[in-house]
């Protein structure tokens, strides 16, 4: 093929011709690249050159290195799993996770204490420094693998008035519903989602492939007069999952009549 001739580091220049025959579909997405030995006769370069390329890409994200397998060109076909971010009652007025019964947890979950951060403050409206009640659990999808990490913080105040959160801080999302609405709570939900880089610990948790970024879900839930009494995170790898909502209008004010 054609020898490598532009200016510039000559890495760089094999990583361009690699990243041209993907995008043009020469190497189709979930396909294995060439060889190195393939790459090193294609281009005319040396080993550390391929190597280096090879290195420039993955970081971009374009290409996944399997262990044993090699080079592969990531797939952009449909996520694993679709996880819905519904909240439902049932007749006798008790709460039903649409996901709650796809996800096993991966190990026990972990409860501790902590304290808000800037961020999750904000969230709960309260102070930096706030003490919390939490609970880490890692799950896992059964059917396809997928993991996600998922946190709860109670603060103080709160659980101090329902004695069987305090007791009891890593009960599922839809039993701490249930006891917040036995405690008089008319309960509603606000969420945010963001896509990030993991960090470290976050990527070993989710075993997610290099420069793969993850989903990071935020949900609120409100109570009387809109007070924020929980926050819940959901961590997970934005190649093996798509959130699905259901949206529904709200119900606008009365007019006032003109006078």
């Not at 420039?56 to 994200?61: F, I, N, Q, T, V």
């Not at 309260?126 to 890692?138: G, I, M, N, P, V």
């Not at 880089?197 to 989710?206: K, V």
């Amino acid at each position: 093929m054609t020898e490598i001739q532009r200016p510039g580091a000559l890495y760089q220049q094999v990583a361009a011709a690699i990243r041209e025959a993907i995008l043009s579909g020469e190497f189709e997405p979930g396909a294995p690249l060439p060889s190195e030995a393939q790459l090193i006769g294609r281009y005319k370069v040396s080993r550390p050159t391929v190597r280096n390329a090879i290195a420039a890409l993955r970081a971009e994200g374009l290409i996944e290195v399997r262990h044993g397998k090699g080079s592969f060109v990531r797939s952009d076909g449909q996520p694993a799993i679709t996880i819905e971010r519904r909240v439902s009652r049932t007749p006798d007025g008790r709460f039903v996770m649409p996901n709650g019964d796809v996800w096993d947890e991966a190990e026990d979950p972990t409860p501790y204490r902590t304290r808000t951060t800037k961020a999750t403050g904000r969230l709960l409206d309260l102070s930096e420094e706030e003490a919390l009640f939490a609970c880490d659990r890692l799950l896992i999808d059964p059917g396809t693998g997928t993991r996600a990490m998922h946190r709860t913080l109670i603060p103080f105040e709160v659980a101090e008035s329902i004695p069987l959160l305090a007791e009891e801080p890593c009960k599922r999302p839809a039993a701490i519903y249930w006891l917040l609405t036995q405690d008089g709570h008319k309960l509603s939900w606000s969420e945010t989602v963001r896509a990030r880089m993991p960090l470290p610990d976050e990527r070993t948790a989710l075993q997610l492939p290099d420069a793969t970024p993850m989903l990071h879900l935020a949900r609120v839930t409100h109570g009387t007069n809109d007070r924020p009494l929980i926050l819940e995170e959901l961590r997970t790898g934005a190649d093996r999952a798509e959130l699905a909502y259901r949206l529904t209008a709200d119900e606008q004010p009365a007019r006032r009549p003109r006078a």
